[in-house]
C-alpha cells in the first residue's frame, strides 16, 4: 500500500521527502558523531582556532602522543577524575527512581483507571499541576529538611526528590495505558476466581508490558540525565554523571579537563542509544497502544 502510494507520488514530491530525511539524519547525527571522533584527540586538535581539519587529521595529538588518536580523555575522566564512581552513582538513582515510580505508578494507574469515583480525576489534576512546576521549585523546598535531619547530600535524598518528581508522569501516563485495556478483562478473571490484584498481576499487566516499559524508559532518562535536582543534593562525592561533566566544565583552566568532558558525554551518551535501541519495538508498540481504546 505504502510503496503504491509512493509510485503515485510526483518525482520531485519524492526526492523532496528523501532529501529531507538524510538532512534531518547529518543533522542529527553529526554533532553526536563528530564528538565520539573528537574524544579521541587532544584539546589543541579538537578545539584548534587555526584550522578543524586538525580535529581530523589529529596534527597535535600526533605531536603529543605519537599517534593520531587517542584515549587520555577517557583515561582521565574514568580514572584520574574518578568518573566511574559518578556512573554507579547513576545506576543506583536510576534503577531505584525506575523501580519505585513504576511500582507505584502501576499500583495507583489502575486504582484511577477503574475507580468510578469523581476524585480520581481530581487526583490526576493535582498530579498534572505537581508535575507542570518546575523542578528547582521543588528542589528548594526539601533542601531546609534535608539539612535539619542531615540526609543532605547522600543518593537516598536525591531518589526520594526524583520520584516525587516524577510520579504525577507516570501515574498519568499508566493511567492512560490501564484506560486502553477493556474492563471486561479484568471481571471474566475475577469470575474465574481470581482476586482483584491477582487479575491485576496475572491478567493486566503482561497486556500493559508494552506500555510499563515505555513509561520505565521514560523514568530511566529522568534520572539518568537528571542535573537541577542531583547538582544541589548531591555532595561532590555522591556526583552523578550530569554534574561530574559539569564540574569538570567548569574548571576548564586545568589541562586535560575540557576533554574529560568530552570523554565523559560520549560515555554517557553511548548507553542511552543502546538502551532505546533494545527497547525500540516494545516503545512503539507502548506508545501505540495507549492511543487505543480498547
Request: with cysteine.
Amino acid at each position: 500500500m505504502s510503496e503504491a502510494m509512493a509510485h503515485k507520488r510526483p518525482a520531485l514530491l519524492n526526492t523532496f521527502i528523501y532529501g529531507f530525511i538524510v538532512l534531518w539524519v547529518i543533522l542529527a547525527a553529526v554533532p553526536f558523531l563528530w564528538t565520539v571522533w573528537g574524544s579521541f584527540k587532544v584539546e589543541a586538535d579538537f578545539f584548534s582556532r587555526e584550522s578543524w581539519w586538525n580535529a581530523i587529521f589529529g596534527t597535535a595529538t600526533i605531536r603529543e602522543t605519537g599517534a593520531a588518536f587517542t584515549g587520555d580523555g577517557y583515561y582521565g575522566a574514568w580514572i584520574t577524575r574518578d568518573f566511574w564512581k559518578a556512573a554507579f552513582n547513576t545506576i543506583i538513582v536510576t534503577i531505584c527512581v525506575t523501580t519505585i515510580s513504576l511500582t507505584l505508578g502501576t499500583l495507583g494507574g489502575y486504582a484511577l483507571a477503574r475507580s468510578g469515583k469523581n476524585y480520581a480525576f481530581w487526583i490526576l489534576i493535582a498530579a498534572l499541576v505537581f508535575r507542570a512546576m518546575p523542578h528547582i521549585t521543588l528542589v528548594s523546598g526539601y533542601l531546609l529538611p534535608f539539612f535539619q535531619l542531615n540526609i543532605w547530600g547522600v543518593l537516598p535524598t536525591s531518589i526520594i526528590v526524583l520520584v516525587a518528581i516524577n510520579q504525577p508522569f507516570t501515574l498519568w501516563m499508566l493511567h492512560s495505558f490501564f484506560l486502553s485495556i477493556p474492563k471486561d478483562l479484568d471481571e471474566s478473571a475475577m469470575v474465574d476466581g481470581c482476586t482483584r490484584f491477582q487479575a491485576f498481576r496475572l491478567v493486566i499487566m503482561p497486556v500493559m508490558w508494552p506500555g510499563v516499559v515505555t513509561t520505565g524508559l521514560f523514568s530511566f532518562l529522568l534520572g539518568y540525565n537528571d542535573f537541577a535536582v542531583t547538582a544541589m543534593l548531591l555532595s561532590a562525592e555522591n556526583q552523578t554523571m550530569v554534574p561530574k561533566i559539569s564540574s569538570f566544565l567548569g574548571s576548564i583552566q586545568e589541562t586535560g579537563n575540557v576533554m574529560f568532558a568530552v570523554a565523559a558525554v560520549v560515555s554517557a551518551t553511548v548507553p542511552l542509544f543502546i538502551l532505546v535501541l533494545f527497547f525500540q519495538r516494545q516503545i512503539v508498540s507502548g506508545l501505540t497502544a495507549g492511543a487505543v481504546k480498547g
